[in-house]
């Protein structure tokens, strides 16, 4: 068997042809060299966070000239917050509140009661119920009766 012993081909970084906003959109996207660019087109850069099709073309007239990729339907980024393997499992606000507190996999949340997650700051009872839904199908947490409601009752 015959090993390869051609040198590997140098990366070539975007240079300066983008304008520097897009070029940190790129970047911030892990995106440093053309050939990182060039595998991205089309279906990636148009996902991009902060990266519209009006960016897109930028992009396009610079380094795909004659090229003219049309999406069928442009969606909205999705917002992914870094160090979290709850994306995608939860709406990105609460990824981020969870985050915030600490909380970073879906184990790290199962070993947290309902209501010591009500504790968490910018975590309501919309955010809870949505929690429940994703990793605790079928189980609802019945929250705690306000000093208002068992003063109405108490009164009845």
Not at 116 to 125: A, H, T
Request: no cysteine; hydrophobic share 40%; net charge positive.
């Amino acid at each position: 068997m015959q090993e390869d012993t051609t040198p590997p081909q140098p990366e070539t970084p975007l240079g300066d042809v983008l304008q520097p906003r897009v070029k940190r959109i790129l970047e911030r996207n892990g995106i440093h060299t053309v050939e990182a660019l060039r595998s991205a087109y089309p279906h990636q850069l148009v996902k991009m966070w902060g990266l519209g099709m009006f960016r897109f073309r930028t992009i396009e007239k610079a380094f795909f000239p004659g090229k003219s990729f049309t999406p069928a339907r442009v969606y909205a980024p999705v917002r992914h917050i870094r160090g979290s393997s709850l994306n995608g499992a939860l709406d990105p606000a609460t990824v981020k509140v969870l985050f915030d507190a600490g909380i970073t996999t879906p184990e790290e949340l199962k070993a947290v009661e309902a209501a010591e997650l009500l504790k968490i700051k910018g975590l309501g009872v919309n955010r809870l119920r949505e929690i429940e839904r994703a990793f605790f199908p079928g189980q609802h947490y019945e929250l705690p009766r306000g000093k208002r409601q068992a003063a109405l009752d108490d009164a009845a």
